[in-house]
């Protein structure tokens, strides 16, 4: 594999592409504010006409995110699409497309606190849905798995709801893959920690969101179907973003500047991580910037 080149910039490889995917928490911003790059390139890319997408592996449904972008100064004149796992999973759960969706019912047992709610504290995620929450794994349907990260949780609790549903056999739907989160300086667990347990131990899983093929075709059908050798994602992930541009045949930017910074704070710690990984990006960068 072709050693992955060490960018100053955007600026350096903007010319050979037409569309852009990238990742929002850790390349855009921190959770609590854009980095210092990041609304200027999003600028210098819509000068240039690039096609841009959002694509966010968080529960919530894509307008309330942008809603949330909004208040940080990332306003919706910045990009031109935004996608996120909650937006697949509600329309898998919405119109039941495949045999595991409509295997799973509708009543649920909700794992994870993290959705935005109305002013009664109920989940905006299930406007719209035909669904019945239900207070234990033996009255459910199926789980749903929504630990997005944003706050701790209780992870004592999210972990004996896991293992509930694992003993009645319910199919999980994970809405969010990624592994963990930071939040400025703090990192935390979010539903794909879970998920993974679930798999590992003999339950079925449905992930909605990156690295799963599905939200990559999503996207790219949003973006006009462009050229592949056109695109390029950028993410702070491998098991995520670089992974789910490697099996969507499209090159990648990996911004070591999010989970992974620690790990790679020095060309020695990122040749030798990368060596242990299945998965390369074709580029490497250290912040989101032009």
């Not at 050979?16 to 921190?30: E, P, Q, R, T």
Request: glycine share 8%; hydrophobic share 40%; aromatic share 10%.
């Amino acid at each position: 594999m072709k050693k992955p080149l060490l960018l100053g910039g955007l600026f350096e490889i903007a010319t050979h592409y037409d569309a852009f995917i990238l990742d929002v928490w850790g390349v855009l911003h921190n959770g609590i504010a854009p980095f210092s790059g990041t609304i200027p390139c999003l600028q210098s890319l819509k000068k240039a006409e690039k096609g841009i997408l959002l694509l966010s592996n968080t529960p919530d449904r894509s307008p309330l995110v942008a809603s949330h972008l909004s208040t940080m100064g990332i306003t919706p004149d910045l990009y031109d699409h935004i996608l996120t796992a909650g937006e697949s999973a509600w329309l898998g759960l919405k119109h039941r497309p495949d045999d595991f969706h409509r295997k799973c019912g509708n009543k649920c047992l909700f794992a994870g606190s993290d959705f935005m709610t109305d002013d009664k504290g109920i989940p905006l995620f299930i406007t719209g849905l035909d669904l019945d929450f239900v207070d234990s794994a033996a009255k459910a349907d199926f789980i749903l798995n929504a630990c997005g990260g944003t706050k701790k949780q209780d992870y004592e609790a999210m972990w004996n709801m896991v293992k509930e549903a694992l003993a009645y056999k319910l199919p999980m739907i994970c809405t969010n893959p990624d592994l963990v989160v930071n939040i400025g300086t703090r990192q935390y667990l979010c539903a794909g920690t879970f998920a993974k347990f679930y798999e590992e131990n003999g339950g079925e899983v449905l992930y909605h969101g990156k690295p799963h093929h599905p939200v990559y075709e999503m996207a790219w059908h949003i973006l006009g179907k462009p050229d592949k050798t056109r695109m390029i994602a950028i993410g702070d992930s491998l098991h995520t973003d670089i992974q789910g541009a490697n099996h969507f045949e499209i090159d990648s930017v990996f911004n070591f500047s999010g989970i992974h910074e620690e790990e790679l704070e020095t060309s020695e710690k990122r040749e030798a991580l990368l060596k242990t990984q299945t998965y390369y990006p074709t580029y490497l960068m250290k912040e989101f910037r032009i």
